[in-house]
């Protein structure tokens, strides 16, 4: 693949069209919205878009107002009624206006004519999945044999413990590739993952599942078994897979998950998410080690993410205006061939 092509409008444009009426994004577990009004967002493309556990179920629609437009939910998490910020309209699970304030006497209307974008959602057992109304693809036919190792995992997952978006100055397909670039690891974070990784990746490729395993260093690995005691059902391996084209979920011995997308928002910006959650276990029963692990872990996890961040707007800075050759893929970076293969196709 040239180099040029992450800065080519067709491309992208292709792409878009492509992944909206194909693909799927994961964006989240149950465990996030347990209580009435729990909802978090993301950003797609030129969208925001809303998940929100209304009483009767979750519901997915574009975080845009019918009435002027305004986003009816401003931050990346939290827990609020339905309600558009500017002028107090409201909505239903189906995404109908429920109530306008004044409504006699500022308006002429019809009401139960006006409905917000809804966006369709599947579940693989606890894991969410969005897609747009217009993909006809169902999620067992997307994950294929993947559907059941992820049920099970999704079972396994008891509480989030945080949720990030970052945005980053590259195109999306750098922030993806960077994700599935087993190489770089044990250089670049230098002290995250190099000291609990043996770069020793396993690959595994099937349609729109991407997934890789690798064994954990000793020293993570005897560092561990202090606190090894509070968990079930523990691996010695690192996990990742990319569920084609945005979105992955990762998991160091099974003591921690962690589900990130890479999303465009337009050629040259992408919007990454990233969720972090602890599986079922004993920790709760001890609130100063649940407290110390989990924090932990985000600390891991952003610290690994600025330093990605750098590395992909470092990369796109150079790369965006060459047109000149393609760059050199090893056998450590394996997944990125398959992407590009994959991507190729569209």
């Not at 409504?103 to 693989?124: G, M, N, V």
């Not at 393609?326 to 056998?331: L, P, V």
């Amino acid at each position: 693949m040239k180099k040029n092509t992450y800065t080519s409008e067709i491309n992208f444009f292709k792409e878009k069209s492509f992944f909206i009426t194909n693909t799927y994004i994961l964006v989240g577990h149950r465990c996030e919205f347990e209580k009435k009004g729990d909802y978090k967002t993301i950003d797609f493309f030129e969208k925001s878009i809303a998940i929100y556990k209304f009483k009767e179920k979750i519901s997915a629609f574009t975080n845009k107002c019918a009435h002027r437009g305004c986003k009816i939910f401003n931050k990346a998490k939290g827990n609020s009624a339905f309600v558009c910020p500017y002028h107090a309209w409201s909505y239903d699970n189906s995404g109908r206006v429920k109530n306008i304030p004044f409504e006699k006497k500022a308006f002429k209307i019809d009401k139960t004519r006006i409905k917000l974008e809804e966006w369709a959602l599947e579940f693989c057992g606890d894991f969410i999945f969005l897609k747009s109304k217009i993909n006809k693809i169902s999620l067992k036919k997307f994950l294929g044999k993947e559907f059941d190792q992820l049920l099970k995992t999704s079972k396994n997952i008891q509480k989030c413990i945080d949720y990030q978006v970052y945005k980053w100055g590259a195109n999306w397909q750098i922030c993806v590739e960077n994700s599935i670039d087993e190489y770089h690891a044990i250089f670049l974070h230098k002290t995250t993952f190099k000291n609990v990784l043996k770069l020793e990746p396993k690959y595994e490729i099937k349609n729109n599942v991407m997934k890789m395993k690798m064994p954990l260093s000793k020293n993570y690995i005897e560092k561990f078994k202090k606190i090894k005691n509070y968990f079930n059902n523990l691996n010695n391996t690192y996990m990742h897979t990319l569920f084609f084209p945005y979105s992955s979920i990762s998991s160091t011995m099974g003591n921690s998950y962690y589900i990130q997308n890479y999303l465009p928002k337009d050629i040259h910006n992408t919007n990454v998410t990233s969720t972090i959650y602890l599986p079922k276990s004993k920790l709760k029963k001890n609130p100063v080690i649940e407290k110390f692990f989990s924090n932990t872990c985000i600390k891991f996890n952003h610290e690994i993410f600025n330093e990605d961040k750098d590395i992909c707007e470092s990369i796109y800075s150079n790369v965006r205006n060459d047109n000149s050759k393609k760059d050199i893929i090893g056998n450590l970076e394996f997944r990125i061939k398959s992407f590009r293969k994959k991507l190729g196709k569209i």
